[in-house]
């Protein structure tokens, strides 16, 4: 049996009709740059993460990026994150012109290893970037109580973790500011690049507001060197159609979580913590196994879909080579990008394809 990392094509399925009504509709008023439909989801998605504002962004990267200058953070700035992350993390700090400082992860949870942010903390630091990786939010107390302590700005990079939630409190609502992305493969993704920032502070959400449409208002009259960094209405469309249906895709993916938890309980398999203190929305299902470079070449072999997030840390990417690391630096992220392999987990998979999943995994590792 063919089982697909991702089966995008099963979740339109369902909601064809809605879609294909909601696109027609910015067609007709041909209203392509900004308008109702963004308004609304910045409304709706604000509301869903507690927040009081929200703007729309081209993409999760972007959101980054126009947080990261909304908060005027530039050359001669440090910013303290994790080096097991998607590139766009450290990508958007090295691009104003910020030095990444990172932190070693958690090897339970794969996020920041909040016992060791405040010893990287210096003059020069002006903001922590935590990673909630995989669905799961990071350790945010600490981090929010350094921040306090020293004046410092906290950016959460939710890309993967809408609505997730640490000790009751909703991604992007703890830190000054959270960032989203609505790429297709995320539990709320769109037909392209799409993105969001939420904040509780007025005054940078009206800087982000700006910031996003080349720093002008009005119109041609620019205060600050902005991006375009717009939502696009059509994505906006799709995104609203696909939102009354994010809590159950979600949970859906708990109960997948859970079969899998079951089925690897006892063995080999590391199966994904989960802290108390979280509820996760399970963006990838991650395993920790031995020989998982064997493992890959056989969940592929069998038609299994399978994918390494992430095989190299940024620490050790080449266009980092000038912040002067080395492999070891950070051993945990080095390990975990060694041993780590992410499984299907969407909603629309039936338990016979989840079978067929732990069985090709198990051929391989018993």
Known sequence: M???????????????????????EVLDTQMCIGGPKVAELEEKVAAISDCKFAVGASSGTDAILNSLMSLDIGKGDEVITTPFTFFATVGCISRTGAKPVFV????????INTELVASAVTKRTKAIMPVHLYGQMADMDPIMEIAKKHNLAVIEDAAQSITSTYKGRKAGSVGTVGCFSFFP?????GVGDGGMIVTNDE?????????RNHGSKPKYYHKYVGGNFRLDPMQAAVLLVKLPHLDEWSEGRRRNAAYYDEKFKGT??????ISPDCVTIYNQYCIRVPKRDELLAHLKKNNIGCEIYYPVPMHLQECFAFLGHKKGDFPEAEKAANEIIAIPIYPELTDEMKDCVVKAVFEMLN
Request: glycine share 2%; proline share 6%.
């Open 2 to 24: 063919k089982v697909p990392l991702l089966d995008l094509k099963a979740q339109y399925a369902t909601i064809k009709d809605e879609v294909l009504s909601a696109v027609s």
């Open 104 to 111: 070693d992860i958690d090897p339970r949870t794969f996020n």
């Open 185 to 189: 493969s995320k539990n709320l993704g």
């Open 203 to 211: 005054q940078l959400y009206n800087r982000l507001f700006i910031m």
């Open 268 to 273: 080999v398999v590391e199966i994904p913590y």
